[in-house]
Structures are given as C-alpha cells and as structure tokens.
C-alpha cells in the first residue's frame, strides 16, 4: 500500500499542478523504484485539446506497492497484485493556486479509487475516464490541507 499509506497523494497533485502550468503538451513519468525507497510509480498526462485560456486538465495515476494497473491498446484498464490504484483529474477550469513557496489550492480533484481485491469485477476505461466496480468520489485542498479524503471511503469496503 506504498501510494495510500505513505500518502504519496499530495506529492502526485503537486506534479500534476506544476504539469498544468506549462503551456506546451507533455507526458511526465515518476517512477519511485528509482528513488531510495521500494514503491508504486505515477503517470502523468495532460489532455492537448484545451481552450489556451484555461489550464490543461491534467490526469494523476497512483499505484500501491505489489499492485499494476495494466493499461490496454484501447485504453480500458485493469488491476493486479493486492493494493489500490488512485486515478485523478483536474480539470482545466478548476481553479488551483500553485506558486513556488506557497500552500498548493485546488478547487476540486475528481478520484476515481480500483482495488485489486475485486480486480474480476472492477476495470478503468481512460478513453471515457469512468470505472466500473470502484469508488468515484472528489476533494479539494485548501491552502496545503485536504478538505475531504484523498483517498476517499476505503476501496477495500465496497
């Protein structure tokens, strides 16, 4: 449970606001196996097709430790092992406040939780960004602190 229990979230949001402040189209990736710790990894992604005047929405994917979320050629997905996968979005008209130095603020994260515990009947389609057999929930952060769960109701108690 590398992702949940050492609450990586606020490090994934805090990628994923710096990614929507730039105006060119980029796809990032932060593996943590190749930090000083064992871990999950995250991908981040940006939707190209965005009104300039808005920030790029921006999706955040975080991984438990011993889980995989195998994405397909079609974009539908599915999970392994035995932890969580968390997918985020912010969406470019979500107001955020994302300056060096200062608390990170977002108006609104939409979440989307898969467990690996019911990986025969969960799957994530990223072609739609909707899931079956997960919890959808949202949260916001407010001056660096969460205002609801980042990890939302336990996708182990569904």
């Not at 999706?59 to 969580?84: E, F, K, R, W």
């Amino acid at each position: 449970m590398h992702f949940s229990q050492r609450d990586r979230n606020g490090r994934l949001l805090a990628f994923m606001a710096r990614a929507a402040q730039r105006p060119e189209p980029r796809v990032a990736v932060v593996n943590e196996n190749v930090s000083t710790h064992e871990g999950g990894g995250a991908l981040l992604a940006e939707d190209v097709n965005v009104d300039a005047a808005s920030y790029p929405t921006v999706y955040g994917v975080g991984v438990d430790q011993a889980t995989a979320l195998l994405v397909y050629p079609n974009g539908t997905s599915s999970i392994v092992g035995s932890g969580s996968s968390f997918l985020l979005k912010l969406d470019g008209d979500t107001p955020r406040k994302c300056v060096e130095g200062a608390p990170l603020s977002i108006a609104r994260v939409e979440a989307y939780c898969i467990d690996a515990a019911y990986a025969d009947t969960s799957s994530f389609d990223f072609a739609t960004w909707r899931g079956v057999g997960g919890l959808n929930y949202s949260y916001a952060v407010v001056n660096g602190s969460y205002v609801g769960s980042p990890y939302g109701p336990s996708c182990r108690s569904m």
